[in-house]
């Protein structure tokens, strides 16, 4: 069974500082999709990124961006230029990428980020 | 934002009384799913669907049934309800195929269960 691995209960960051949210997975898949969701005060589960494991580029958007190491299993979250409303609880997520029918989406426990005025 | 709503947003009962939350999607996805949000267990698949009267469970199903009469709505029902039940409740929706199999999100509903 896949399972994913928040390490970091909590960080902080500076306003316009970097930071990054760690996240591993185990799985004995080849093809799969991993997700960075975002989870603010207000509790609206918000997709931040996605990253198909077939692809060697990096996701981006904006100022989120991925660290995809696929043979370490790590997928790393980085916030460039933070603001107040990075503010949330952050979960990786994992689904395999077979064909047919639903797919489990294994959901790590999250990573609370404070952002520090 | 995919347009997915929770109802209702919050509850409060009591032990012993059979709750109903609704989701209601106007994607017309195909999936959908209820999980709940306890701390330190992330997001927990309880029921999904996968069409119309197509229901499946998912790993913490027990005490919880579902029903998915029309595709735009998916019913999470509490037979009779714990004070372990008391959660955040998030029903999802996804697609088939490339670009559109991500799930998506509704509000939330939290429910106390006294």
């Known amino acids: 069974a896949q399972t994913v691995t928040q390490s970091q209960p909590e960080m902080s960051v500076q306003e316009a500082e970097t930071v990054t949210l760690s996240c591993t997975y185990d799985?004995?898949?080849?093809?799969?999709?991993l997700f960075w969701y975002k989870q603010p005060p207000s509790r609206q589960m918000i997709l931040v990124i996605r990253?198909?494991?077939?692809?060697?580029q990096n996701a981006t958007e904006n100022r989120f961006s991925v660290n995809f190491q696929k043979a370490a299993k790590s997928f790393s979250l980085k916030i460039s230029d933070s603001q107040l409303g990075d503010a949330a609880m952050y979960f990786c997520?994992?689904?395999?990428?077979?064909?047919?029918?639903?797919?489990?989406?294994?959901f790590g426990i999250g990573t609370k980020l404070q952002v520090i005025p | 934002d995919a347009g997915i709503t929770q109802s209702p947003r919050h509850k409060v009962t009591e032990t012993g009384t059979p709750v109903t939350l609704r989701c209601h999607q106007t994607?017309?996805?195909?999936?959908m799913y209820w999980y709940r949000q306890d701390p330190g267990h992330g997001l927990r698949l309880i029921h999904y669907?996968?069409?119309?009267?197509d229901t499946d469970k998912g790993e913490v199903s027990d005490g919880y049934s579902v029903s998915r009469s029309k595709t735009e709505d998916f019913l999470l029902t509490l037979e009779s309800a714990t004070s372990s039940q008391t959660s955040v409740y998030f029903c999802?929706?996804?697609?088939w195929g490339s670009g559109t199999d991500t799930q998506y999100f509704g509000p939330g509903t939290r429910l106390t269960v006294l």
């Open positions: 999802a929706i996804s697609g």
């Open positions: 799985t004995s898949e080849s093809d799969y999709y």
């Open positions: 990253q198909e494991a077939y692809k060697q």
């Open positions: 997520a994992y689904r395999s990428a077979e064909s047919g029918g639903y797919q489990k989406v294994t």
């Open positions: 994607e017309n996805h195909r999936y």
């Open positions: 669907s996968y069409g119309v009267k």
